[in-house]
């Protein structure tokens, strides 16, 4: 009996050794070697408020604001007013009270199909194309493939990351902004600051089901197990980074859907560039495209394989390179 055990734990252990080789070869064989920088020809320009075509800008230029406002939006055109009019709101009033104040709002539509591009231009015609931009994508990339096209084509000194649901109480931004600070003096002028939720998880867990809160934990325990350690809520929608930190980041990203944030915390903690955890307020709102079980089923996939293709050397950290 006991050797009919020990050859069936033999024969556990050597199924599962070959299933991590099966899943890390696929890992290898089907990464890209290098994140598609591609923009398309129409993805190079924005319309001005008098709806004329002109040149986007680059992360690599000199900045020229104070802040970036990045807000990925795909078939938003109901949740994106509530957002715009109370980060617009918060903008003008602060740059009212502190003229030398300068921002912009980049609103990067992902290949919506309903009137999201419209809703945003609307913004563009009132605050005028300088204060906010809509950067239209082509076709669906993704909410990391967006954001990512939206910092590509920022002026700030400071880029913010901001979901278009408004779930982040917007001025927030100042408590990531005092985090970015305290991490001061920046190496190489690099930082990051992340919003939080993690203090209002167990009020979540309270309205939540017990298998969501167990996907939850699930999730959580594979980003600290094969990713990010130290960060308790790599999710959050909302955080600033420092221009630097974001052109080194950005342009060594690869996944381009939820898991995103996961993969860009990895590359920074990779780099050494500090990051600051920092409590914000934050509402759930309807609407959300996240499905709950295949979302997280597909965003554990995603952590597996960015933790496999960087081990296997199929993706690599490079220094940063310009988009074509």
Not at 15 to 35: D, E, Q, R
Not at 197 to 223: C, D, N, P, W
Not at 306 to 322: D, F, S, V
């Amino acid at each position: 009996m006991a050797s009919i055990l020990l050859q069936l734990a033999g024969l556990g252990a050597a199924l599962a050794a070959a299933a991590v080789i099966l899943i890390s070869v696929v890992a290898f064989v089907t990464a890209a070697k290098m994140p598609s920088c591609h923009r398309h020809e129409e993805e190079k320009f924005f319309l001005n408020s008098k709806g004329q075509k002109e040149n986007l800008p680059s992360i690599w230029d000199s900045p020229t604001k104070q802040l970036s406002v990045v807000v990925p939006s795909y078939n938003e055109e109901k949740r994106l007013p509530v957002m715009m009019d109370e980060a617009l709101g918060y903008l003008e009033k602060r740059q009212k009270h502190d003229p030398a104040f300068t921002y912009e709002v980049i609103v990067v539509d992902d290949g919506s199909e309903d009137q999201t591009s419209e809703v945003a231009f609307k913004y563009c015609q009132k605050y005028g194309s300088d204060k906010v931009r809509v950067l239209k994508l082509v076709k669906n990339r993704g909410k990391g493939g967006a954001v990512r096209m939206g910092v590509f084509s920022s002026r700030g000194e400071k880029i913010l990351m901001a979901d278009a649901d408004g779930a982040t109480k917007f001025p927030d931004v100042e408590k990531l902004e005092k985090g970015l600070n305290n991490l001061q003096p920046w190496p190489d002028q690099m930082a990051i600051a992340c919003g939080s939720r993690a203090h209002l998880e167990k009020e979540s867990i309270a309205q939540r089901s017990y298998f969501r809160t167990l996907l939850m934990y699930g999730f959580h325990f594979l980003v600290w197990f094969l990713c990010v350690k130290g960060i308790r809520d790599t999710q959050c929608g909302f955080k600033l980074l420092t221009r630097e930190a974001a052109s080194r980041t950005f342009s060594s990203l690869h996944i381009e859907r939820w898991a995103f944030d996961v993969e860009l915390l990895y590359i920074a903690q990779f780099f050494k560039i500090p990051i600051a955890e920092v409590a914000v307020n934050w509402t759930e709102i309807e609407g959300s495209k996240l499905v709950p079980f295949w979302s997280w089923l597909q965003m554990g996939k995603d952590l597996l394989f960015i933790r496999l293709r960087y081990l296997t050397g199929a993706w690599r950290l490079e220094q940063t390179r310009k988009m074509d």
